[in-house]
């Protein structure tokens, strides 16, 4: 942590790019190593006041007819990670006949993180 580097490229899809926008994902090719590893945060110059939170709001479609409550083990997965989650708060948007769109404050599992 608190460690600096300048960035020499960034590869988007195998390829060089000069340019990229939010959301996309890229790889930074780094002038040091630093020994960072996927799922490190890089930050541009002097941020400070950076929260590091393991909970967070969602907003989940289900396709079920069924109830779900807070007990129901829940993992998060976003591209190649998944982690697991305890559910805290439920709270219904917009329940249709085929779908509900619920907000979900959950609670990452810190020692949980895995790789697919």
């Known amino acids: 942590m608190g460690s600096e580097s300048s960035v020499v490229s960034i590869l988007k899809s195998s390829q060089s790019a000069k340019r990229v926008s939010k959301h996309e994902s890229v790889g930074l090719v780094l002038e040091d190593s630093l ?7 890089v930050l541009k110059g002097n941020n400070e006041g950076i929260i590091s939170s393991n909970s967070l709001r969602a907003i989940v479609f289900l396709f079920s007819k069924d109830l779900i409550d807070k007990s129901l083990a ?15 708060k439920i709270e219904n948007i917009d329940i249709q006949d085929e779908f509900k769109i619920l907000e979900l404050e959950i609670e990452l599992e810190r020692d949980s993180l895995s790789r697919f």
């Open 74 to 88: 829940l993992t998060l997965r976003c591209s190649t990670q998944a982690v697991n989650c305890k559910i805290l």
């Open 35 to 41: 020994g960072s590893r996927r799922g490190t945060i």
